[in-house]
């Protein structure tokens, strides 16, 4: 009699270690369920632009060739009127606004209406692009430069020339330094893939000297 006691003992003991074990499975898998649930389904990686020797680095990292060439692209959009700036600079303003923090729109709608008002818009042309020679650097400062301010703030400094027109007459060539802060924003990949928005100016752009081509004297 005893001998059965003992083994029903011992099988209803292996019983409730087996249950044990289920409920820890169980509870392991909504965990693993809730862990794969939660995952970003993308990720943006920003590689270097030269792959030849091989790239290490932490996949939330952005190099600064990266946020140079985002900051270039959208301000030379947002700045491109190429008909009839009334039209153009509201356009681009609509068109490239995911790439733009709330307040850096309010103050470019701020600045277009300021101008329409004006009568600085109509019929006027302008067109932007990168100085020659004062593209990208690996310097902290100066031309072409992009400056680490914390891990998801930048300052570049786009060395770039203005060219205006007025009803096909030409009105307006300078040469303008901005210095433009650019945040991660990785809210939004469907409208923004870079994962970059652009909070406008750091501080007042400068005119700079025109500058002094390679071979000229």
């Excluded at 600045?111 to 600085?120: A, K």
């Excluded at 007042?204 to 390679?214: D, K, N, S, T």
Aim: proline share 7%; with cysteine.
């Amino acid at each position: 009699m005893s001998r059965l006691r003992n083994a029903l003992g011992a099988r209803d003991a292996h019983i409730t270690t087996l249950r044990a074990i289920i409920a820890i499975l169980v509870v392991a898998c909504a965990a693993m369920w809730y862990g794969w649930q939660s995952a970003p389904r993308d990720l943006t990686i920003h590689n270097p632009p030269d792959l030849r020797s091989g790239s290490t680095r932490k996949w939330w990292e952005v190099p600064p060739s990266s946020v140079y060439a985002f900051t270039l692209y959208v301000w030379q959009q947002i700045n491109r009127w190429p008909n009839n700036g009334e039209e153009d600079y509201k356009r681009n303003l609509y068109a490239y606004s995911p790439f733009l923090t709330d307040s850096c729109r309010a103050e470019l709608e701020e600045d277009y209406r300021y101008r329409n008002q004006r009568n600085e818009l109509e019929q006027r042309e302008r067109m932007m692009f990168e100085i020659p020679g004062r593209g990208f650097s690996t310097k902290s400062s100066g031309p072409g430069s992009v400056q680490l301010v914390t891990r998801d703030q930048w300052i570049v400094n786009l060395d770039l020339a203005i060219n205006e027109t007025y009803a096909g007459t030409p009105i307006r060539d300078v040469y303008m330094r901005f210095p433009i802060r650019v945040v991660r924003a990785d809210g939004d990949p469907q409208n923004n893939p870079w994962g970059l928005q652009i909070d406008c100016l750091a501080h007042p752009a400068e005119r700079l000297e025109i500058p002094q081509l390679e071979g000229e004297s």
